[in-house]
């Protein structure tokens, strides 16, 4: 039995890939200053598209200061009784150089092998008009949708969200939801169905130490003042035991090891490790006593990004500089709390630190927590529903190793859960040249976000109340 | 009694600081190409200075291959049986950048409070100058010198004397000698009546630590690969042990602690540590069982001049670079190979790097091994009972951190030995904008360099023979 709104809306695929193209051709860049005009002529289409499906409450949000690119709104609440999805997606898209590495220009979408290339395609133009021509073709054949949805596209995604925040506290009566539906994020692998449940967050700090007033000369100080690189070297070298784990007293207070059945199911994903690594010319290495997965999806990080000091010209300088720095960040998982994680490492560096040098730490930022979506929540159970029904396989439980400001911003501000439910796939280039989409997703994700919007249409809002924070 | 070329030379002061100006006005900086005419400029002054005084044999000498700065020479071999010595000096200057620091123009010579400031002044056209009158006074009084003195006055010094050791071997017959005297170099301090005797040398090379085949994200690889930055820390931090000893194994081959009489002289020299150190903004620290003079002149050293890897410019970035960068300098000591202590420290490198890292070596330079002048050096007796006659004052013996590498070319390729007679002081801001000389030293240097010829002229060839090493 064929469900009648998917018909329409796979009938209508070639229109969904022609506004796809339109709405790449803008280069909407919100980093750069020079392409203003570019995320005005994304907004007005989206704006457009939205309006002609007949959502009502069209409006654009800023932070109550009015500053930043505005998000778009509208909304449809066409189903009394039914739960509230705030449905999400981004219309700013990632700089694209270096502009040599693109086979075709960045803006002039171009199929090639079944695939769309242009910046913004994958992450997350085509995800986002995918959701959109969802609940086109439900109003189209069924004249409402099957349950409450507001759409909340942003525009500083790549830039960071530095306004999300002020927009969902400015505008939070206006934004309630049971729950935020995000047609941003990505599928892990084309081969494997999968739902991510879970990401790190991250902290971090950068540090300065200092042994003197000035640098000097390795001839006339060599061997009687403290050199800088070497003390930062040893603080660097002391943040991890020879095991991996991380030595800061306090760095893993609350931090879950994966249970019993946590690492039977993630052992149970296939994943070939050693083609993985070969792929990026390195061998695994990381914390003992947990496989590469747990490593990345359950365990915190330290890493340092950036560290430097002293002469790095061409050639050779007998210098003993003054001061070395190192820029550190960390991921961290569920029950971590980032302020504490951070101070844990900076105690940590203070007690090391040798007489006679000084440390400063400055330059204090992310501090973004950890989130996993409840293992019960209602949304989850229709994602997978969702994903099962269409596919007929069950969906595997992945997680991320990187941080997903979104639902960290959205746990925080609204105190609502959020599912990433994109068509993405993580190989598409995002944020590289050449990023394309696969045209193959297409149907996919009408036929996943079709079911999914069934699936939520079966429960009460109700079934949300335990989850709901605020 | 006064010493007629003394009172000569002394009388004939204002005329030395008038062409000791001409000189310093020619900016004769050997490292651009762009000064050319003030090193032609400089050449000629010097040559007709020292034609004027009767030399013979005035060429200029380059490399059999004719590339680089030519030396000047010069001789007067006025005396049959009496010693042969070449003295050294050189007409190139340091650049004098940064120029908004200078308070008058460098390349024009200003007097201020008993100073004279200009580039090059003091580092050493200065303490060159006072060489060159001495024997002027000489053959102005006495109509001859009272040894055989060949002139050799290079010109690239300040850039390396990539030149002089080609310049030496090609003209080795000329330049043979029984010892060399050189004007320049510098007294240590102006309160103490102190010669140098020996110095440190060098060796350095550049490494790479390469731990994947690109630049990773730290959320999509935090955790499961090797961060370069902790694996160059650990080695770097791995170079010393607490009580920092340099550790790798077979470094100290051949280094000769201090002997007791050695410590106790040094000991004795009067030296302000607190006050040093507090110029510098910084702290006594080293390798513990020696002083700080021990340290600094006795004990080998291993430093980290430069070290980078990552993001070091504004703001953050998430990545685990895949490569980190380090240039490693030792300074050594009398008894060390610098092939085999470089090589011991990379042995320890290569022993300590973990599985899954690779380590590329690469940018060896700076072989001059450390000198020392034999104690019992007929030219050292000479220059410290000629020091002893002028100031009253038995000289202490003192080394420097720093490598002379006119020492240990001349040693290596002629043969021969070298005492540093040099009447600049090093405070004068050599290398650094206001470099001064003062005019005092003038009467000193005279005094002294007078002073040195005679006690020369008491010695016999012979007594050379034993450290001559052709």
Not at 39 to 54: F, N, S, V
Not at 329 to 344: E, I, S, W, Y
Request: charged share 20%.
């Amino acid at each position: 039995m064929t469900d009648a709104v998917l018909a329409h809306a796979l009938n209508r695929k070639p229109q969904l890939i022609e506004v796809l193209k339109t709405l790449v051709a803008c280069p909407s860049i919100g980093a750069d200053p020079a392409m203003s005009k570019g995320m005005e002529d994304a907004r007005q289409l989206i704006e457009a598209h939205i309006d002609a499906m007949g959502f009502k409450r069209l409006k654009r949000l800023t932070p109550s200061d009015g500053s930043g690119q505005p998000a778009i709104y509208a909304e449809r609440m066409d189903a009394p009784g039914k739960p509230t999805i705030l449905i999400y997606a981004h219309y700013d898209v990632q700089p694209p150089d270096p502009l040599n590495k693109w086979d075709t220009p960045p803006f002039e979408p171009a199929e090639r092998d079944g695939r769309l290339y242009g910046r913004g395609i994958s992450d997350d133009k085509g995800p986002m008009m995918i959701a959109l021509d969802t609940l086109a073709a439900f109003v189209a054949v069924e004249g409402l949708l099957p349950i409450n949805v507001k759409l909340l596209i942003e525009g500083e995604e790549e830039t960071g969200s530095p306004s999300l925040p002020g927009i969902l506290e400015t505008h939070s009566d206006l934004l309630g939801a049971d729950a935020v539906l995000s047609a941003d994020g990505a599928r892990w692998r084309p081969d494997l169905v999968a739902l991510n449940i879970g990401s790190r967050g991250n902290a971090g700090f950068e540090m300065r130490v200092q042994t003197a007033g000035q640098d000097l000369h390795s001839g006339r100080y060599g061997g009687i003042v403290a050199n800088p690189l070497h003390v930062l070297s040893t603080l660097v070298a002391s943040l991890h035991d020879a095991q991996g784990h991380i030595t800061a007293p306090g760095f893993y207070d609350g931090v879950v090891e994966p249970t019993h059945d946590e690492s039977t199911e993630i052992a149970a994903i296939p994943y070939d490790e050693e083609s993985s690594f070969a792929a990026i010319g390195a061998q695994p290495c990381g914390e003992a006593g947990f496989s590469t997965l747990e490593r990345l999806w359950m365990r915190p990080t330290l890493d340092v990004n950036g560290m430097w000091g002293g002469y790095t010209g061409a050639g050779s300088k007998t210098v003993i500089p003054n001061e070395a720095f190192a820029k550190l960040t960390m991921r961290l998982v569920p029950g971590q709390d980032p302020q504490r994680a951070k101070k844990a490492v900076i105690e940590h560096l203070k007690a090391q630190l040798p007489a006679g040098s000084t440390m400063e730490i400055y330059g204090d930022r992310g501090q973004g927590g950890a989130y996993a979506v409840p293992p019960d929540h209602p949304l989850l159970k229709a994602a997978l529903a969702a994903l099962e029904h269409t596919t007929g396989q069950s969906p595997l439980k992945v997680r991320i190793g990187a941080s997903l400001p979104l639902t960290e911003i959205v746990s925080r501000v609204l105190g609502l859960d959020t599912v990433m439910f994109s068509f993405a796939l993580s190989d598409e280039n995002f944020h590289a040249p050449n990023e394309f989409f696969r045209l193959s997703s297409i149907a996919d994700g009408l036929a996943a976000w079709v079911q999914i919007l069934r699936q939520l249409a079966e429960i009460t809002p109700s079934e949300f109340t335990p989850y709901r924070r605020t």
